[in-house]
């Protein structure tokens, strides 16, 4: 069994007892009743309809259980990975949009392909370039960033997606005044809701109780009001034209999609034919690029249109038995005309149809039944476009879920292995990408709730992807009527806890350059929005070049003798120093970045000490040396040695005599040279000091001949 389990973790789950299976059971159902409701926020987050959260909610959760090695972890939808994904494919496709979904599936698989790529060769170790002020910084940009989204579901009004969300955000709070008063209420009902059961009543699904009560209001008010109309039904001209350009130029990325599959079908029967379709191939691949740099500006345009038009208000003069509905920008319906007293946003165009929206939004239909299994649509180019935003998502999902891990393994006594971690993680995603999954990673709430529900092992995620499986295939209709401000409300009460100032603070209490590295992760991550991937790896780069710059100027210290007889810093303890013994401690790894600052450090302290015929280097906190180091210190003896300096080391650690020998750097010093301590060394240095000069007052020496 033990042998089948390094293949198989799951099986460490069995046998399983009466009790496990009961306390995994109710476990199960408890998390089951957060995620629903959780997932469907979160694929909206995404930029995704919501039903594809529940698909998000199914396979992997189930699948990283078995795969993995925590047995709390609760894998699917988060905030912070659903806004990445919104961000990372924003630039290639329409939010919500056929090409958008089938990308997010693609990043799904991507993202599990790095993190299953990582955890086989056991390179876990890599999520350790993102420092723990860089996620810090991130997690709290992305925490605010994720609730300012939500504005505009909050409001009931339109919010384009452009190059700079804070335009964006601008843009929502423009139209506060277009306020739709029932969708505001129907969010703060959630809200109070949610924050009166967690504060009076902790132990009740507060966000369950809150989408069941908002879902059946919003049924008996007939809370949602849509209608449909076409693009001739506008009166006013510039928008009807505005419009008509939308509709046109997705008539044309239509084509341009058709023109690039037939083609790209054809290249490909040529290259399994014989030679001599070279010519023909090399023109096709011209055609299909020029193909796609022309869609890819059709699209841009749409995207540009498409954000102008949901800024629009109109009001609807209903058709008569003479004349078609039109519809007018608010304020500008003629005298004797009367609207239906909605105000109406256009929400989609297609094909020269209109579908508008005149009250409060809800989830709407959910397909009945299981996700498609089939493998996504693998694009070489695609992937390519997406690695780095999967990379982010990679690295960032797994240290989300590892530190959850690692935080329950600490109450539970359980032993996590990032790796293996790592493979659940990768082989959840891949799996995920075949069930109409995007990218999904371990949640601190629902992992929480697991933990305090009594889960003992993975069977618990099991269940809870069972009760999704459930409602999947009967209970989706009765999701239809969930407002999407009630949505908006939990993703906000989710990310609250993510705000945590006092971390970025206490960075910088810590060290001003982990501070430093926090305040510019979290300013750049703000900025960089929708972008979040270019504020994180800017954060995580300027960590790394901290760092080096930390190390490029070690702690050095000049030795004299303590009261007590030990070596300590001279300057720090107001010691006095020997004229014929220099005893220098480094305080670091010896390398390519720090080599000149090592060489300048000695150098000045024999110019500083003209009588000196003896340098001591104390290497106890040399960890490393690199072939640079090696040679700095070969150039430094020889250099020092034509000047009549006897150069010593002591306490070297085993790694560095290692590179020494390897080198020949140790035959060069003699072993005359090299002692195991600092008291050795001393007491040879003082031997030949005394033999020179019998008169010689050392001060460095526990000798009672010395001073």
């Given at each position: 069994?033990?042998?089948f ?20 059971l109710?476990a ?22 919501a039903?594809?959260?529940?698909y ?11 795969w ?25 496709a ?7 979904i ?26 350790n370039?993102?420092s723990h ?6 997690t ?40 739709h ?6 969010g ?14 902790p ?40 419009a ?5 130029t ?12 037939a083609?790209?079908?054809?290249m ?15 023109a096709l ?11 890819k500006d ?11 038009l ?20 608010t ?11 909605y ?7 297609s094909h ?9 939004e ?12 089939e ?25 989300e ?17 990032p ?17 109409q ?27 809870t ?52 590295a ?17 504020g ?14 930390r ?6 210290a ?8 030990t ?7 107001n ?8 005893a ?18 000695v ?25 640079s ?10 250099r020092?040695r ?10 070297l650690?085993?790694q ?52």
């Open positions: 069994m033990n042998a389990a390094r293949f198989l973790p799951f099986l460490r789950w069995f046998p399983l007892s009466g009790g496990s299976i009961k306390v995994d109710v199960g159902i408890t998390v089951a009743l957060v995620l629903i409701p959780q997932s469907m926020a979160y694929a909206q987050l995404a930029g995704l309809p039903y594809y959260g529940l998000a909610a199914f396979l992997p959760g189930m699948v990283a259980a078995m993995g090695s925590s047995s709390q972890l609760a894998t699917g939808p988060v905030a912070v990975v659903s806004l990445l994904t919104a961000s990372g494919l924003a630039p290639f329409a939010t919500g949009s056929e090409q958008f089938a990308l997010a599936i693609l990043m799904a698989f991507v993202v599990g392909f790095i993190q299953l790529a990582l955890g086989v060769f056991k390179l876990g170790v890599v999520v370039f993102l002020p860089v996620i810090v910084g991130f709290n940009a992305a925490a605010i960033i994720i609730g300012l989204s939500q504005l505009n579901k909050l409001f009931g009004v339109s919010m384009g997606r452009s190059e700079h969300f804070i335009q964006d955000i601008w843009g929502v709070l423009q139209q506060v005044g277009e306020t008063i029932p969708t505001l209420l129907m703060v009902a959630a809200f109070a809701i949610m924050w009166g059961l967690k504060r009076y009543a132990k009740l699904p507060g966000v369950l109780i809150a989408v069941v009560l908002t879902t059946l209001v919003s049924w008996a008010i007939n809370f949602e009001h849509n209608s449909t109309g076409r693009v001739e039904a506008i009166v006013d001209p510039e928008v009807k034209l505005l008509s350009e939308f509709s046109q997705e008539a044309r990325i239509d084509g341009f999609n058709k023109t690039i599959s083609k790209s079908q054809e490909t029967k040529l290259e399994k034919e014989a030679d001599g379709n070279g010519q023909r191939i090399a691949k011209y055609e299909i690029e020029l193909l796609k740099l022309e869609l059709a699209e841009a345009e749409n995207r540009k249109r498409a954000r102008s949901r800024k629009f208000i109109f009001e609807m003069v209903p058709a008569s038995a003479d004349r078609p509905a039109k519809l007018y920008l304020g500008h319906v003629p005298q004797g005309e009367k609207s239906d007293g105000r109406w946003r256009i929400k989609k165009i020269g149809q209109i579908a508008l929206v005149g009250g409060g809800v989830v709407g239909a959910i397909p009945e039944g299981l996700p498609r299994l493998l996504p649509s693998l694009s070489w180019d695609m992937i390519v476009n997406l690695v780095s935003t999967a990379l982010v998502i990679s690295l960032v999902g797994f240290m879920a590892i530190s959850i891990a690692k935080a329950m393994s600490a109450k539970t006594k359980e032993r996590v292995d790796n293996q971690e790592l493979i659940g993680q990768g082989i959840a995603n891949i799996v995920g990408s075949f069930s999954a995007y990218p999904t990673s371990g949640s601190f709430s629902r992992s929480a709730v697991n933990l305090d529900a009594g889960a003992r092992t993975g069977m618990s995620s099991v269940v992807g069972l009760v999704v499986l459930l409602t999947l295939l009967f209970l989706t209709p009765l999701l239809y009527h969930l407002p999407q401000a009630v949505l908006a409300a939990v993703i906000m009460m989710a990310v609250i806890g993510l705000i945590n100032f006092k971390a970025i603070k206490h960075a910088w209490q810590t060290h001003k350059h982990d501070g430093i926090a305040i510019v992760t979290f300013v750049a991550t703000l900025a960089f929005a929708p972008h979040l991937d270019n994180i790896m800017l954060g995580a780069g300027l960590a790394i070049i901290l760092y080096l710059y190390t490029m100027r070690p702690r050095v000049i030795l004299g003798s303590y009261h007590d007889g070596l300590r810093d001279a300057k720090v303890n010691l006095p120093t020997s004229d014929y013994i220099i220098i401690r480094y305080d670091g790894s010896l390398y390519f970045a720090n080599v000149p600052y090592f060489e300048d450090v150098l000045e302290a024999v110019a500083n000490a003209p009588k000196a015929r003896h340098l001591l280097i104390v290497g106890d906190g040399i960890n490393q040396l690199d072939a180091g090696e040679e700095a210190i070969h150039q430094m003896v020889e020092l034509a000047s009549g300096i006897r150069v010593c080391f002591s306490g650690k085993r560095v005599l290692d590179v020494l020998r390897h080198s020949g750097l140790f035959d060069y010093l003699g072993q005359q040279n090299i002692f195991a301590n600092e008291d050795l060394a001393l007491d040879a240095i003082y031997a030949e000091v005394l033999a020179a000069d019998p008169n010689a007052q050392c001060r460095l020496m526990r000798h009672p001949n010395g001073g």
